[in-house]
């Protein structure tokens, strides 16, 4: 038993290799300025559309080539995984902590709680979440914040679902039976025998929603609702990059690379985490 | 001297009128095993539940009052009747990979109820946990508290389970048929833990099983359940050598002997089963809740 743990614990690809880019792309982000080799604004028409490093024509310290007003892609992708990262980490807590605390009374509670949370769950699945949010951030205004908390409203409610009906299995175990007889209260046993065992999958579900907001954020950038600077953003470069898509190909391709390559890393990361975090599993 | 457990004429109805339990009287003397026997779906379960003041929500007590060491649990707040039952009651449940928590390890799960009802500290609660386990025969407590349920076998979960139900000196224990879910080898052993820890501690138990055999070895006396309604009770030693009900020795003669295991296994007679129904029939007829 103990050799089969071990194994399963060092052979986690998926895992690493997940994690991997999701460091690499953090790191370059926070450290956006100094690993960056050109300015991302800096516009220059003598470099415009030129071709990624291995193909002819291209110019040594602009590796994945420049878009139509010659700025360089790869300095514009580190640039824009700054927005992607803050709007995946903040969107997704809020949306965890609301959608999560909601799904555990819900769960735990039933009764009226249960039923109140659920119909509100079920008015709000109704709209289209991708019409919702350009809804919502039309009302809100654009700006960071505004995608932050549209997406963050939107998508409480995946982890409510979830973790409600994770929470309902919890509730009927001889183990908060047992609790109730040694005379914790509700709120004791939600988040002394009950919490532990969603947490597994409240993580898996954060890490696949950071892939969600980078998605939605990319989605509002690409409508031209997300942030109103001139600060590059992937939705922002890919918008860009269609108009090109004739003339200079990578400035969609790219970006659309990286965009895919982090949103399956979030799920992938996530459902890595949750088998090593499951006791049952480990 | 006051009982340790006394039910008086409990009833239990669903939410579709049918009764789970019909006035059933019960006692359970200091110090004393109580068998509580009865098939599947008889209410031996609810009775333990409603003791422990954990029914499912579905279902309604209608009738009777049950007394705690003298204390009319109806007659308490909620929030007493909890620290009531926290503190003079344990329960030794039926499956033990349920029973525990699998996301924490043993140790906590164990101390914090000490920690918790008691107000011990952390320290004494380690110590007397540590004490239980050695009484339940767990050879390496340092290293079980630190496990997570998974790593331990059954058997050894349940020893666990013993240990946590007695750790906190209960009154009364509720074991819901503490060994159905174990192999038979290690049931006997569990069976006999439960009996020297009773005996060691002086605990009061309400032991419910479907097997008379074990009544024999552990209870000094019986209840017999039939469909919610107690058919008969007495000692343990009188009911095996007369029993009274007809029900009773349906069930005797239902229970294989190790000289010839499956010569007497045979269904219950369809005459008994004609006279409970008519019984049953007749103290629903009978029957009006007092309140409810
Ligand atoms: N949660 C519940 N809600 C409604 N009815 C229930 C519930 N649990 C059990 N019952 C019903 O109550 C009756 C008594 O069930 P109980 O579990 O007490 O039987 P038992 O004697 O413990 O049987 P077993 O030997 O199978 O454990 C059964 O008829 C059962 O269908
Ligand atoms: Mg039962």
């Known amino acids: 038993m103990d050799e089969a743990r071990i194994a399963r614990r060092s052979l986690s690809p998926r895992l690493w290799l997940a994690g991997g880019w999701l460091v690499l792309a953090l790191l370059a982000a926070v450290f956006a300025p100094l690993v960056a080799p050109q300015d991302p604004l800096a516009q220059d ?17 602009y590796w994945l080539g ?35 605390t909601l799904g555990l009374i819900a769960g735990y509670l039933g009764g009226w709680a249960d039923r109140m949370i659920s119909r509100i769950v079920d008015v709000w699945m109704a709209f289209p979440p991708v019409l919702f949010a350009i809804l919502l951030v039309a009302v809100l205004g654009t700006g960071l914040s505004s995608v932050i908390i549209a997406i963050a409203v939107i998508d409480w409610t995946r982890f409510c679902r979830v973790i409600r009906a994770e929470a309902m ?108 975090f499951d006791p049952v599993l480990r | 001297m006051s009982a340790c457990l006394d039910i008086h004429h409990l009833s239990a109805v669903l939410p579709n009128g049918q009764r789970v339990l ?29 003791v422990l003041g954990v029914l499912p929500k579905s279902v309604r007590i209608v009738e009777g009052e049950m007394l705690i060491e003298g204390e009319d649990l109806g007659r308490l707040d909620a929030k007493a009747r909890r620290t009531l039952i926290g503190a003079r009651t344990a329960l030794i449940p039926q499956d033990p990979l349920t029973a525990l928590n699998p996301s924490r390890r043993i140790g906590p799960q164990m101390t914090d109820r000490l920690v918790r009802i008691l107000g011990w500290s952390g320290e004494r ?87 008379l055999g074990v009544v024999a070895k552990i209870s000094q006396k019986v209840s017999v359940l039939y469909a919610g309604k107690v058919v008969e009770e007495a000692g343990t030693a009188d009911l095996f050598a007369a029993p009274q009900h007809p029900y009773t020795r349906a069930l005797m003669a239902a229970t294989p002997r190790y000289t010839d295991p499956y010569a007497s296994l045979k269904p219950v007679d369809e005459a008994v089963l004609a006279g409970l129904a008519a019984e049953i029939a007749a103290s629903d007829r009978d029957w009006r809740p007092a309140h409810g």
């Open chain 1, 45 to 61: 028409l003598m470099l415009e559309r030129l071709p990624p490093f291995w193909l002819d024509g291209a110019e040594p310290g």
């Open chain 1, 66 to 100: 420049t878009d139509s007003l010659g700025r360089d892609l790869l300095s514009r992708l580190i640039f824009g995984g700054r927005i992607a990262f803050i709007v995946a980490f903040a969107a997704a807590t809020s949306a965890c902590l609301l959608g999560s």
């Open chain 1, 169 to 276: 299995s919890q509730a009927r175990m001889d183990y908060v039976e047992s609790a109730r007889i040694a005379g914790y209260g509700r709120i004791g046993i939600m988040l002394r025998e009950v919490l532990p065992n969603v947490l597994p999958s409240v993580v898996a579900l954060l890490s696949l929603e950071m892939g969600i907001a980078v998605i939605v954020e990319a989605i509002l950038s690409f409508v031209n609702l997300s942030i109103a600077t001139d600060d590059p953003t992937w939705g922002g470069i890919i918008a860009e990059g269609r108009l090109s898509i004739h003339q200079a190909w990578w400035v969609l391709v790219f970006p659309l690379v990286t965009l895919i390559l982090t949103v399956l890393s979030f799920s992938q990361f996530g459902e890595g985490l949750k088998a090593r």
């Open chain 2, 22 to 50: 019909r006035s059933v009287s019960l006692t359970v003397q200091p110090g004393e095993v109580r068998a509580l026997v009865g098939e599947s779906g008889a209410g031996k379960t609810m009775i333990g539940k409603a």
């Open chain 2, 125 to 211: 609660a380690d110590s007397r946990i540590g004490q239980l386990l050695d009484e339940v025969q767990i050879r390496d407590p340092e290293r079980v508290l630190r496990c997570y349920p998974h790593e331990l076998s059954g058997g050894m979960r349940q020893r666990v389970l013993i240990a946590a139900a007695f750790a906190a000196e209960p009154r009364l224990i509720v074991a819901d048929e503490p060994t159905t879910a174990l192999d038979v080898t290690v049931q006997k052993q569990i069976l006999r833990l439960i009996a020297q820890l009773q005996r060691d501690h002086g605990t009061a138990i309400l032991f419910v099983t479907h097997d």
